[in-house]
């Protein structure tokens, strides 16, 4: 393919897409003084023109008709629940919503920006040191990340700078600072932002969740609580609750997003290029392919192009990343047959039902009012911050109302209560009670990572350059089940405690396949982790790639197993832990960083 | 651009109040024939009918929005992956079918109308409502496929385009009157709660107002 493509001038560093990690990747590429090029394959998009009030908050088009997202005509995945069944492709979009375009998800997500708990970090370390080796279910590929929270601390608190996070810390360098989260481990410095303003909805929930004995706290929020201007001089506007930012680009400046917090700043740079509409084929790689060369990549015009670069960095998205690996022959694939090979290892999801709560009648719920990293959390179920011991599940589940605002169409179309009829009058009636008078309760749950749930390429169907699709081959598995069921019937607790007139718990079941038709969550992670072991991890705890020393790969790809939390929080940090090797080891010294 | 002449229209429907009247504003279908057109009328009345808690999908212009709909790239299927081959498999792996939603309608509708006059002698919009919730009701379950099309299939699209016609912005030419918002309680482009978030258990007081700045 690259034969006859045209060969542009060598640049010193091309990244790979142009969301959240390749934005903070060329931010600090620029800083270090390289030239940048970075390639998109998505349209040029920003938030004066993508977020204009009042055309930009239309439901229909950037919720049901994705405006934002991925075009899945030219390239998507194929899904099956097991590698004795023949996957078939994800045709229309539904359980996960990959971005495209400048900014990637991150011009267009909900806002919830966590830091990674310190045992989520070591986890196979820590259940071993509390249960035992035999505590970890067969099949299960837990994993430690190689990285320690401790080493982490200054990246998370950068982002969060960076990205204007609201929220309330619990401890500031070993002091209790204020009622935030009690299990969550020291930090250097408060949140830029206080915390926004709960909700109704959250504000009971907060209530009752305390009467109950757990331990609520604001979730961090990448929304501005009020004005902002960040480190790098990007001014944030104060968030109004509008209800419309999950899927939209935020028409108050107050979501923090690639195209408001780096991009202005960052299009400035002399050093820096970004080339929108350019879908990139595969890494070039030397002829032992133990060096990239650069990338090729078609244009706006359907052009075969070559950019030669010394460093390329992949931040296409998690499971994009790992097609660009696959792809390109970086890494050696995953055989899940003998549990060997790395590229494609430990995909993992994230483990979330939403659990309805009926108030009495007196009660507006406003359910249309709502940021999207607002809400509040408890953290009593999730990590290691219980005894699981009894209970014998490995993983957890923070549990919250995150009001990111309810719209007509998405109310209408979930209904009323279960056992409700899908239309007719009997339908009106319960979807107005349920829209006026009910609020929606998470158990955003962990996900573990096992053998045979990997990422490959599909033998059959291709995208619209010809090239395989990726496969996910995917299920729920029983600890995982057993561990969204505990968490749930506390839900229960807290909703009696809210005075609840109907409850609707919804729980994973034993023996019920993942369902590709219902939209859960875009979080999705693994599949070119990163670790001490090259045995089990594609990447070194730097994000480089293992076999081929100038290729570094961020996004939640290098989560060995999933986590309560939602990913982008640790994706930034990674990055910016990631630069900072890249900045003071690897350009003066370029090769492997661990080994 | 089409929906702008449809939302200066609905004025006249605005007049008589709410849920009182299931008449949709005159207008000619560009993508349904006539048969068709009868069957979403029909349909859409059953799916979302006229009662004391608001209006119905036709008072909303419901079908009008789907026709409309029709005219978008997304009924072409340019939205999907739509590269063969084109295999079968568990429903939960979804949707697998070489048909973007335009042939939906047209199968899904010349299948409805064959049931309705296998079991009736008639087609679908001349039968009792109770005979038309009864095929609903059969399609929606799966109990019918037309051709290699599940009943569901067809029923699932009608669905989700009626409830997307009902509760969308009436720039898209449903909505009319911002009937279905008002219904259930949600203000539209207000879009601005700064004042409103910890207002705790107060009434909102504001009726909804669309993106046009139509109010209600
Ligand atoms: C609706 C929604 C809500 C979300 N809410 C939250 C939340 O509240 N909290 C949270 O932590 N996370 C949330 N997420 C997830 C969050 O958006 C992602 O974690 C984050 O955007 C990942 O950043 P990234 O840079 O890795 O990838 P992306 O933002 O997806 O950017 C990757 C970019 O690479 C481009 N690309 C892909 N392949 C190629 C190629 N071959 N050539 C060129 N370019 C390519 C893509 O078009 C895309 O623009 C949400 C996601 C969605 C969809
Ligand atoms: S809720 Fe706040 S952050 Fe989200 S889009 Fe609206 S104003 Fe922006």
């Known amino acids: 393919m690259s034969d006859d493509a045209r060969r542009l001038h060598p640049v010193d560093v091309v990244i790979v897409g142009g969301g959240w990690a390749g934005s903070i990747m060329a931010k600090e590429m620029t800083e270090a003084g390289r030239s940048v090029v970075m390639l998109e394959r998505g349209p040029y998009r920003s938030t004066a023109a993508d977020g204009a009030y009042p055309a930009s908050i239309d439901e229909l088009e950037a919720n049901f008709r994705y405006k934002l997202f991925q075009d899945l005509s030219k390239n998507t995945v194929t899904i099956r629940n097991n590698s004795q069944q023949t996957a078939l492709p994800y045709r229309r979009m539904a359980a996960f919503l990959p971005g495209e375009g400048v900014g990637g998800a991150g011009l267009h997500w909900s806002g919830v920006h966590f830091r990674m708990p310190p045992d989520d970090l070591r986890l196979r370390t820590r259940v071993i040191e509390k249960y035992g080796a035999k505590f970890i279910p067969e099949g299960m590929n837990l994993q430690d990340y190689g990285v320690s929270y401790e080493e982490l601390e200054p990246f998370f608190d950068k982002a969060e700078k960076v990205f204007g996070t609201s929220g309330e810390a619990y401890m500031v360098k070993g002091q209790v600072v204020g009622k935030g989260n009690v299990f969550s481990p020291s930090r250097s410095d408060h949140f830029p932002l206080p915390a926004l303003k709960d909700v109704y909805t959250a504000h009971l929930f907060r209530k009752a969740a305390e009467e109950v004995g757990f331990h609520p706290y604001s979730l961090p929020a990448a929304n501005a609580s009020r004005q902002y201007i960040n480190p790098y001089g990007a001014q944030m506007g104060p968030c109004n609750f509008c209800g419309y930012c999950s899927g939209y680009a935020c028409y108050m400046y107050s979501k923090a997003s690639p195209n408001v917090n780096i991009l202005p700043v960052l299009r400035r740079h002399p050093l820096f290029e970004l080339r929108a509409g350019c879908h990139v084929l595969k890494v070039e790689l030397d002829a032992d392919g133990r060096r990239a060369t650069g990338v090729t990549y078609t244009d706006p015009d359907g052009r075969v192009v070559t950019q030669p670069a010394e460093m390329v960095i992949l931040t296409a998205f998690q499971f994009h990343n790992v097609r660009l690996m696959l792809l390109s022959g970086i890494g050696r694939p995953y055989d899940p047959v003998h549990n060997e090979g790395v590229v494609g290892r430990n995909f993992v999801y994230q483990n979330v039902t939403t659990s309805n709560v009926w108030l009495d009648r007196s009660i507006d719920t406003n359910q249309y009012i709502g940021a999207g990293g607002g809400g509040v959390a408890f953290d009593d179920f999730n990590s290691e911050n219980f005894d699981h011991g009894p209970l014998g599940f490995v993983g957890g589940s923070p549990v919250w109302v995150n009001q990111a605002g309810v719209k007509a169409i998405a109310a209408a179309r979930s209904g009323g209560p279960p056992g409700t009829p899908r239309w007719g009058s009997a339908w009106k009636a319960g979807v107005i009670d349920t829209y006026r008078h009910s609020l929606r309760i998470d158990a955003h749950g962990a996900n573990m990572a096992y053998r045979d749930v990997y990422l490959d390429l599909d033998p059959t169907w291709k995208d ?75 990447l070194n705890r730097y994000l480089q790639s293992w076999d081929v020393h100038n290729v570094f790969v961020i996004g939640a790809n290098a989560f060995p197993q999933g986590t309560g939390y939602n990913p982008t929080g640790m994706v930034a940090a990674l990055a910016y832990w990631a630069a900072h090797h890249i900045r003071t080891t690897y350009l003066s010294h370029p090769g492997p960083l661990a080994g | 651009m089409q929906g702008l002449a449809g939302v200066t229209a609905c004025s006249t429907v605005l007049a008589s109040p709410p849920g009182h009247t299931s008449r949709p504003t005159p207008y000619a279908p560009r993508f349904f024939t006539p048969a068709e057109w009868a069957f979403l009328i029909a349909a859409c009345d059953r799916l979302i009918p006229a009662d004391e808690n608001g209006p119905g999908a036709l008072a909303l212009d419901v079908p009008r929005f789907i026709d409309m709909q029709m005219g978008t790239p997304y009924a072409s299927g340019a939205q999907w992956y739509m590269q063969g081959p084109f295999v079968q498999g568990p429903d939960n792996l979804g949707y697998q079918l070489p048909y973007a939603p335009r042939d939906l309608y047209r199968r899904g509708i010349a299948g409805m109308n064959a049931h309705a006059a296998t079991r009736h002698g008639r087609p679908f919009a001349g039968l009792a409502p109770a005979l038309q919730d009864d095929l609903l009701h059969g399609a929606e379950n799966g109990s019918m496929i037309f051709g290699d099309m599940p009943s569901t299939v067809f029923f699932d699209q009608l669905l989700a385009n009626v409830m997307e016609g009902a509760f969308s912005d009436p720039v898209h030419g449903g909505n009319t009157g911002l009937g279905g918002w008002t219904m259930l309680g949600f203000p539209g482009a207000r879009a601005d709660f700064m004042d409103w978030v910890d207002r705790y258990g107060a009434h909102y007081p504001l009726g909804s107002v669309s993106i046009s700045g139509e109010t209600a």
């Open chain 1, 464 to 538: 619209a350059y010809g090239q395989p699709l990726l496969r996910m081959t995917f299920d729920w598995k029983d600890n995982d089940i057993r561990m969204n069921r505990y968490v749930v019937d506390r839900i229960g607790d807290v909703a009696k405690a809210m005075g609840a007139r109907r409850v609707n718990l919804t729980k994973r079941e034993f023996g019920k396949p993942f369902d590709t038709r219902q939209y859960q969550t875009t979080h999705l992670g693994g599949g070119a982790v990163m670790g001490n072991d090259p045995g089990t991890s594609a």
